[in-house]
Nanobody, 120 residues
Framework: QVQLVESGGGLVQAGGSLRLSCAAS????????MHWYRQAPGKQRGLVAT???????NYADSVKGRFTISRDNAKNTVFLQMDSLTPEDTAVYYC??????????????WGQGTQVTVSA
């Protein structure tokens, strides 16, 4: 079994910054893609950013130039640096990862989410 645990959410004023972390633990042979998603009240969960094992990245248009995804493969951890935050970034942020366990089976896992609130 694999667990993803997010941290770093909180309340920040518009224009401010937050750094989210997500640490994976458990039966991990390797982690392929890692993602950050977010879900605002009354809206569907949407993809924010993706990073490959070799650090290629992709971003939603709404966060390009403001958010940066990165990872530490040695620590099975993914980060999301969020700058120039606006109230529209308020949401629960979820970590998601494609993990290959020691049985060589690839499975997808979600974290429990961390709340980010941006005040005007």
């Amino acid at each position: 079994q694999v667990q993803l645990v997010e941290s770093g959410g909180g309340l920040v004023q518009a224009g401010g910054s937050l750094r989210l972390s997500c640490a994976a633990s458990g039966s991990i042979f390797s982690i392929n893609l890692m993602h950050w998603y977010r879900q605002a009240p009354g809206k569907q969960r949407g993809l924010v950013a993706t990073i490959t094992y070799d650090a290629r990245t992709n971003y939603a248009d709404s966060v390009k130039g403001r958010f940066t995804i990165s990872r530490d493969n040695a620590k099975n951890t993914v980060f999301l640096q969020m700058d120039s935050l606006t109230p529209e970034d308020t949401a629960v942020y979820y970590c998601n990862a494609d993990v290959r366990s020691y049985d060589r089976v690839l499975r997808n896992y979600w974290g429990q989410g961390t709340q980010v609130t941006v005040s005007a």
